[in-house]
């Protein structure tokens, strides 16, 4: 089955700054590679995904880059604001409509 | 409302005893999934629906777990004489073509 972690576990930046999450995955099937936001006692929400025919991709202040040889997608969050704290998870899968394998999460704490 | 909904939103039930939540995705999206998800983890599969057909379930779902989707529609999932260990948020989500899973707000159930 698929091993999945994500690096850093916690992060605390301050408000304004950037943040660089990363996830390693070991089945070299996946091709769906999406990130999700969740805030405390709320439900997981996509915020970003790539397919693994494009190597990144951005939306406003939040980008994910694949390196598929390597196994291993970040995601990048620039100008952090405290509404970015949560938890989040990388998910990687074999294809898009298919079962997600999240990571243990890295818990961002942006501080004004 | 037309997002994933789950009932009941919060469960607590005596060790031994059957419990039964339920899920109803956003209309027309044939992909249902259930997840199970422990304070400070990622979520985790359990089992999968395209229309009525359930087409995996994870090692992780004993023969005590059982899901149906008798319509396409709505979901159950049931937990025959539960646990302690089966204290968790179990959290749904849909997807149509778009493959994005939206997750519903979860079942936190609590095994005394």
């Known amino acids: 089955g698929e091993n999945v972690e994500q690096h850093p576990s916690t992060l605390s930046v301050q408000e304004g700054d950037s943040a660089v999450i990363k996830c390693t995955y070991s089945?070299?099937?996946?091709?769906?590679f999406p990130w999700y936001k969740q805030e405390l006692g709320k439900r997981p929400q996509l915020i970003i995904d790539i397919r693994s025919n494009v190597g990144e991709k951005k939306d406003q202040r939040i980008a994910v880059t694949l390196n598929k040889t390597a196994k291993h997608f970040s995601l990048h969050i620039t100008e952090t604001q405290p509404e970015d704290s949560a938890v989040y998870f990388c998910?990687?899968?074999?294809?898009?409509?298919?079962?997600?394998?999240f990571g243990g999460g890295t818990r961002l704490m942006v501080k004004p | 409302d037309t997002g994933v909904s789950q009932n009941p939103r919060h469960k607590i039930t005596k060790r031994g005893q059957n419990v039964t939540f339920r899920c109803d995705p956003i209309s027309e999206h044939n992909r249902l999934y259930w997840y199970r998800q422990t304070l400070g983890q990622g979520p985790e599969f359990l089992t999968y629906f395209q229309n009525e057909a359930q087409l995996e379930k994870s090692r992780l779902l004993s023969d005590r777990f059982s899901a149906e989707r008798p319509k396409g529609s709505f979901s159950t999932l049931e937990i025959q004489r539960t646990e302690q260990g089966d204290s968790a948020m179990y959290l749904c989500a849909s997807e149509g073509t778009g493959n994005e899973q939206f997750f519903g707000p979860g079942t936190r159930l609590t095994v005394l």
């Open positions: 998910a990687p899968s074999p294809h898009a409509g298919n079962m997600l394998t």
């Open positions: 089945d070299s099937a996946s091709n769906y």
